[in-house]
Nanobody, 128 residues
Framework: QVHMVESGGGLVQAGGSLRLSCTAS????????LAWFRQGPGKEREFVAA????????YYADSVKGRFTISRDDPWNMLYLQMNGLKPEDTAVYYC?????????????????????WGQGTQVTVSS
């Protein structure tokens, strides 16, 4: 059983930055596809960013492209999301997720069903 924990959320003004972190216990990120999703008030959970198991490919939702950067540090079992130029519409609970099966090749990186372990989430609030 992989237990994942996010941190780094908080309150920030529009235009500001935050860096979210995610770590795992009971398992390793190595060779796992990883992702960030978010769920805003009254909204469904939506894809934010993903990084393939080998770190060679990253994927972003159009709404965050150019502002957010996903990265991983496998030796430390860490996943990050650097968020710059934050907007009020980025307000949400942010979740990290892992596809511990390490699906190779083409995979549905933006679908929640791809990922088998999730964190509890960290709140990000952006004020205008």
């Amino acid at each position: 059983q992989v237990h994942m924990v996010e941190s780094g959320g908080g309150l920030v003004q529009a235009g500001g930055s935050l860096r979210l972190s995610c770590t795992a216990s009971g398992g390793s990120f190595s060779r796992s596809n990883l992702a960030w999703f978010r769920q805003g008030p009254g909204k469904e959970r939506e894809f934010v960013a993903a990084i393939a198991w080998d770190g060679r490919n990253t994927y972003y939702a159009d709404s965050v492209k150019g502002r957010f950067t996903i990265s991983r540090d496998d030796p430390w079992n860490m996943l990050y999301l650097q968020m710059n130029g934050l907007k009020p519409e980025d307000t949400a609970v942010y979740y990290c997720a892992t596809d511990s099966r390490g699906t190779k090749g083409t995979y549905s990186y933006n679908q929640p069903s791809t990922y088998d372990y999730w964190g509890q989430g960290t709140q990000v609030t952006v004020s205008s």
